[in-house]
């Protein structure tokens, strides 16, 4: 380095730390805060918070108890989602959310209609949040999750949750539920997973959850094939995927777009159980009233009895069509005849939801066969590498 350049460095070099000096300490807020390189480029600028909306329906998670240890003497589907969301703590550490009053009341309360609104409510969220968390009661939850998870088109996250205590009660699992959800739908994690269901720290697939348990927290189950993961504090480990997951993105979508119909061209459908002896009564009359499709929770395999398969002959001659499942809790179904589709790992709630979507956009039975074995399948399958 030449005199010249040399002095005319010191000299610039002297003129900043002359002006630093008498320059306050101006903190950066925590909002703009970002790491900078020498070069003065950005290396990590802070995360966006994401966006995520909880829509409730009511449930035990809204109810009020009696006292604060009546563990099952309350009224559910009473507080109010935006009072419950306010009350969590650090929830503004995990997401930016809010808050839309769907409904109050318990889960077997609400109609299939019902349903296609809340559908529809959950994809209007989604055109301008991360996430969405429903809010529901328990004993009809994994129906609604079905459901959501057949016709919302949106892939970005539906995580429904609930409580088996009410909000009021001393150990109480509502919060933490209502919580967790929130958090798991924040992650971004199960993006494309269809929605899922979250209880008790675990997430599980709307297709194969189950509840076991007219009152243990641990109630929701995936049999046989397990949870798709858990949440532990900050750590959101994810296991296993749906199999919808891992179809191409163009591919993802069923065909059941609920803004094509309208609800009054929701299917009517209905399940008859078979045990001993059982009578031909309740096939009969359910296509009495108007029933387009019947789903038999059979037993061991799916068998259903003589007198139940002879009525179920005549209900196929006049167009409806039936699913055949197992009232076991588990395991699959493989029979299939005229009129008559096999159920796979379906139980008879879920394919009864199945089958009610399907009869609401075809009538074909080919068709909707065909949509039994895709959409309504359950096995992973790996693409060609």
Do not use: C
Request: no cysteine; aromatic share 8%; glycine share 8%.
């Amino acid at each position: 380095m030449n005199k010249w350049k040399s002095h005319s460095f010191k000299m610039l070099l002297a003129a900043g730390l002359a002006f630093s000096a008498v320059l306050p300490s101006i903190p950066l807020s925590k909002a703009s805060a970002a790491e900078v390189s020498i070069s003065g480029e950005i290396t990590k600028a802070e995360k966006k918070m994401p966006k995520v909306q909880v829509i409730a329906t009511g449930g035990t998670l809204a109810g009020k108890s009696t006292d604060e240890t009546s563990f099952t003497t309350y009224k559910a589907g009473t507080l109010l989602i935006e009072d419950m969301v306010k009350s969590l703590p650090n929830k503004d550490k995990i997401a930016e959310v809010s808050t839309y009053q769907f409904g109050n009341s318990g889960s077997s309360a609400y109609t299939i209609q019902q349903l296609y609104e809340l559908s529809l409510k959950v994809d209007e969220a989604l055109k301008t949040q991360d996430g969405v968390v429903v809010t529901s009661g328990t004993d009809t939850m994994e129906e609604i999750a079905y459901f959501l998870d057949l016709t919302v088109r949106s892939p970005k996250p539906v995580v429904v949750t609930g409580s088996m205590r009410p909000w009021t009660v001393i150990g109480t699992d509502a919060p933490a539920n209502l919580y967790n959800a929130i958090k798991l739908a924040a992650s971004g994690k199960t993006k494309y997973f269809g929605t899922v269901l979250m209880l008790n720290d675990e997430f599980h697939a709307a297709r194969e959850v189950t509840k076991n348990n007219s009152y243990r927290t641990d109630t929701f189950v995936t049999p046989e094939v397990g949870a798709l993961g858990y949440i532990d504090e900050n750590n959101i480990r994810v296991y296993r995927a749906p199999f919808r997951a891992l179809k191409p993105a163009n591919e993802w979508s069923t065909p059941f777009d609920l803004s094509k119909i309208t609800k009054n061209d929701l299917a009517k459908v209905e399940i008859a159980y078979s045990y001993q002896d059982a009578g031909p009564g309740a096939i009969s009359g359910f296509v009495a009233n108007g029933a387009k499709g019947i789903v038999t929770a059979g037993t061991g395999a799916g068998g259903i009895s003589k007198a139940m398969s002879e009525e179920r002959a005549k209900a196929i001659e006049q167009g409806v069509i039936f699913v055949m499942t197992t009232r076991t809790g588990s395991g699959s179904n493989y029979s299939s005849g005229k009129g008559i589709i096999a159920g796979d790992n379906l139980n008879a709630a879920h394919a009864r939801i199945m089958l009610l979507l399907s009869l609401s956009f075809s009538k074909d039975f080919a068709t909707i066969q065909d949509w039994f074995t895709t959409y309504g399948y359950g096995q992973i399958e790996i693409p060609e590498k």
